[in-house]
């Protein structure tokens, strides 16, 4: 039978990867709180091996911290963590932004549109990971045209580190600025407005960079 062939081991690694990411990501692992290989290991139906190959990941990703011989714990909320990595991930967000709009079609600007429509009755919901599920539809599309996969692999190395904070600001019952970026952001796309999209776009990882600091 030729669908069951073996599962490549970096498919193993990345799917442990990605659900432990977004387990710290949405407060499930909470801040300090100590995990096992075995112990995630068990809880994902994996073997410790792809859970331990996550844990150095996120370790080199600032979602977790090591001592060998220990512990390996999720990394505390540090604020000036989160605005050094809203600084880069903006950057990065422009530069794809300015290579991007050049390059938009209509049914990429459509697909922007109904990323922040879906982000707008989000927010107006209350629903957090249904918001930043849209608004990184929303960016994706510029990403992914721009075509620079080296602020591609940059923007999804620092982003989860962005997205604990925010996510935990927003579940706080803390505001959401964006929807309206957002809209201005896709006008000035659909006008081929390349400046005016940078502009917007530094605006909106401005705003990510304050709930750093909100007061």
């Known amino acids: 039978m030729e669908t069951l062939r073996p599962v490549p081991r970096t498919l193993l690694r990345d799917r442990a990867y990605a659900a432990i990411r977004d387990a710290i990501v949405a407060g499930e692992i909470e801040p300090g709180a ?58 990065m967000h422009e530069l794809v932004t300015r290579g991007a709009v050049p390059r938009l079609r209509d049914a990429d ?9 879906r982000f707008a009755a989000a927010v107006r919901a209350g629903d957090v990971d249904e918001a930043l599920r849209a608004d990184d539809e929303l960016h994706d599309v510029l990403v992914r045209a721009s075509g620079n996969r080296a602020a591609a692999a940059t923007v999804a190395r620092y982003t989860p580190l ?42 909106i ?3 990510l960079a304050d709930l750093a600091d909100p007061d």
């Open 205 to 207: 990882w401005r705003t």
């Open 34 to 91: 100590v995990v096992r290989d075995a112990d995630l290991a068990e809880r994902l139906g994996l073997s410790r091996a792809p859970v331990r190959e996550a844990f150095a990941r996120l370790v080199d990703e600032g979602l977790l911290e090591s001592k060998p011989q220990s512990y390996t714990r999720v990394t505390p909320l540090v604020a000036a963590d989160v605005r050094d990595a809203a600084a880069v991930v903006g950057a």
């Open 109 to 117: 600007l459509a697909g922007m549109r109904a990323a922040n429509d």
């Open 162 to 203: 962005i997205r604990r904070l925010e996510r935990q600001r927003f579940g706080e019952g803390g505001s959401c600025r964006s929807a309206g970026l957002h809209e201005r952001l896709i006008e000035a796309c659909a006008d081929g407005d390349v400046d005016g999209a940078v502009r917007v776009t530094a605006d």
